[in-house]
């Protein structure tokens, strides 16, 4: 197994939740609605995170992207758990960051709306994690050039359409991090579910739309791209943050 890439999935996973929650923070702190805010701190997290640690990766930084990979014989089965595991190394230490530097209150677990159901939560968190997915796993096969601009301004979208319904996590270790550190794990069954099941959804759309059958991971050595989209997917990161 590939320290390398282990590495990297810490890296970007923690640059990716400790961004995104700070800017639940500052959204908190500066008394701003948090739908004006957190969108762009995930999205921008996410896009700062590919131009770090992509190009080791492949630049997954989320179990539910992992599992899509994996599906598609982008990432062998030993890999990808110890993805997840890194992932949730990363997650954790920006959590306990935010813990240490702030308080507990401040760590920021996802939560259900008020009023809302966990049916309703549930049922958009997969339906957001399938179009997460489905756009990930086809720009970084058919258009790994615009890859690292589409991906995070895919999730900038699904944070302006899901936090109403469900906070938006798309991301059972975004969720799962902050749930532990912060000692709430209200409703957090749905952000271990529901990503995974959109992510299963997201990765049979894009077969069905596909139309060629998936590179076996024995005969190519892809995570969630090739090594020239995922140069792409960086390079396209790196100018847009300049």
Do not use: C
């Not at 890194?86 to 401040?106: D, F, K, M, P, R």
């Amino acid at each position: 197994m590939d320290t390398r890439k282990l590495l990297a999935e810490a890296v970007g996973t923690f640059i990716l939740v400790g961004v995104g929650s700070m800017s639940i923070l500052a959204a908190t702190i500066s008394q701003v609605p948090v739908l004006l805010i957190a969108p762009f701190g995930f999205g921008l997290g996410l896009l700062a995170a590919i131009a770090v640690a992509g190009h080791a990766s492949g630049g997954h930084f989320n179990p539910a992207v992992t599992l899509g990979a994996f599906l598609d014989r982008r990432i062998e089965p030993g890999e990808a758990v110890g993805y997840v595991v890194a992932q949730l190394v990363g997650a954790v230490a920006a959590s306990g960051l935010i813990l240490g530097a702030v308080s507990q209150e401040a760590v920021g677990a996802t939560r259900t709306v008020p009023g809302g159901t966990d049916i309703l939560a549930f049922i958009a968190e997969v339906l957001l994690t399938a179009v997460f997915l489905a756009v990930i796993l086809t720009t970084t096969k058919r258009n790994g050039g615009q890859a690292g601009f589409i991906i995070p301004l895919t999730l900038v979208v699904i944070h302006f359409a899901g936090i109403p319904f469900s906070g938006a996590s798309v991301n059972p270790a975004r969720s799962l991090a902050p749930a532990l550190v912060g000692a709430d794990l209200s409703s957090i069954w749905i952000y271990l579910t529901a990503p995974f099941l959109g992510a299963i959804i997201g990765w049979i759309v894009y077969r069905a739309l596909d139309g060629e059958p998936p590179t076996d991971v024995a005969a190519s050595e892809d995570n969630t791209m090739d090594e020239e989209s995922a140069d792409d997917l960086v390079d396209a990161a790196e100018e847009i943050a300049s």
